[in-house]
C-alpha cells in the first residue's frame, strides 16, 4: 500500500475536477481547478524526478505565499522528496543556519533574493536552486512547464518523511522536527472527522504556509475534503471580513481574531454560513472568545498543537460533547494520549500542574541530525512507551480538558517559588484598561529572578501600574505579585502571533542587576 501523502490528499478532489478548488481574495482573482492542482503537480514532479535525487532529500523552500508554492509543496510529496518550507521573514544569516544544517539538495527562493539566496545554497553544496515569485514567474514553472503533466505518486511507506519544520526557536536554537507521511495524514484524518469536515466546505486561508497551522491543519483539511479554499497571500481584515459570507470554515491565530474584531464589517450577518472558527498557536484570550460571541454568535474552537505533533487537542467541535470553554485547549484528540508529569517523573493529580508529554500516530520521530536533543526530549516509560516531553506546561481537569499554563522555559523562580506566567496575566488582562499583558521573570541578586510584567492598555486606557500592583497583592501571594508592571503599546510577536517573551527579557535583563 501506498502511504504517500500526496496520493491520500489527491484521493479527496471532487470527481468533477473542472470545479474550482482555489479562488485568490487579493491582486487579480484566479481561479484554480482540481485538474490545475493536478496537472500542475505533475509538472513540478516530473521536474523533481528528472533531478535523479537521492532518496530523503530536501527540497528548502522560501518564497512569498502563492498558490503555486502550494503546488510546489504538493509536489514534493507526490515525488516523494521531503518538503522544508522557511519562514519569509528569515534574513541570510538565519537562512545560512537551515540551509547549512539541512544540506537541501534543492532550494526555491524568490527572485529578488536569487543573488544571496543562491551563494548561500551553493556554498552548502546545494546542487539546485529554482525561483519561484508571486506573480507566477521564475524558474522553477519555466522548467516545470516543459515536463509531462502525468505523473504517479512516489511510493512511501507511513514512516518515510515527508517534511522537516523547523520549530520557531523562541528559545534557543531551532530544530528541524522530522515529520511522516504517517504523521501527517494520521493528524489530517482524525480532524477530518472531529471537525466534521463536509461537502460544500469553504475554506478562508489567510494564514502563512511556512507553519503547522496554514500549511498542515489548513491545507491538509481542505484537499482531503475536496473543499474550496478562498485565498489570501496576506492576512488583511477588511477583506477576510468580506468574503466571510461565502465561507464556512476559518482558521486563525489569536491576533487574526482580535484584528478581525476591529474590523466593523465584521457581523453576525457576515458569519450566517460559516460553520467552524478554528483558533490555535498561541493562547487566545478569554476576552476575545467572548468579544467573539457576542458579535458573531460563533463560538472559537480552541485548539493545541505544535511543529513536532501536529494537533494534539480540541474543544468540542459538536455540543454534544461539551462545551468549548474559554483559556483550555479542550481534549486529547482521538489517537492522542496525553500525561502530565511532575518535577519527580510521576504522573501529576488532577488539577496539579506539571510538563504535558504526548504520543500517538502525529509524534514526530525526532529533531533532524540532533539525536542528543531528541533523546532529551523523549522519555520512554515502564512499558517501552515513548513520550514527547512538549516543553509546554499545564494541567488536565477532572474532565479530561487541558489548559495550558505556559511554557517551561517561562516559568519563573522567585525566592524558590514557582510562579506561572499564564496565572498572573489572567489577573492583569481582567484588570480594567488592560488588553494583554507578558508575565516574565528577570535576573535578580536576591531572589535568582524577579517576577515583572509588561502590559498593553485598551485603546484610550491607561491603566496605573500602582494600582494594578495593589490590585494583585490583595488577591495573591506576594512572590508572585510583579515588582514592576510596564505599560507598553504593544507586544513583540513573531509571525505567528506567539508573545516573544524572550526579547522583553532581554530588554530588562538588567532592571534589578544590581538589586
Ligand atoms: P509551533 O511549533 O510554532 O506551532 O509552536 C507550538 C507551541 O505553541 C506549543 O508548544 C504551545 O506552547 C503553543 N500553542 C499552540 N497552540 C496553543 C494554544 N491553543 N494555547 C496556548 N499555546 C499554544
Redesign the pocket.
Known sequence: MNHNLFAALRAGFPEDLSECAVQTADGAALFYTWRDLELATAKIANLLESLDLPVGSRVAVQTEKSVEAMMLYLAVLRAGLVYLPLNTAYQSTEVEYFIANAEPAVVVCSGRNFGWFSKLAFTAGTAHVFTLNEDRTGSLLQRAAHHSDQHTPAVKSADDMAAI?Y??GTTGRSKGAMLSHGNLLSNARTLQSHWGWQRGDVLIHALPIF???GLFVAIHGALLNGSKMIWFSQFNAVAVAARLPEATVFMGVPTLYVRLLAEPGLSAEACRRMRLFV??????LAETFKAWRERTGHTIL???????TVMLTSNPYSAADGERRAGT?GLPLPGVVLRVMNERGSTCAVDDIGGIEVRGPNVFSGYWKMPEKTAEEFSTDATGQRWFK???VGKVDAFGVVT?VG?SKDLIITGGYNVYPAEIEGYLNDMPGVAESAVIGTPHADFGEAVIAVVVACAGASPDASAMVASLKARIANFKVPKRIFVVSELPRNA?G?VQKNLLRDEHKALFAAA
Open positions: 519544520l520549530t520557531s507553519h503547522v497551522h483558533a490555535g498557536s498561541a493562547p487566545l480552541e485548539r493545541y498543537g505544535m511543529s513536532e485547549v512538549t516543553g509546554d495550558i511554557r505567528m506567539k
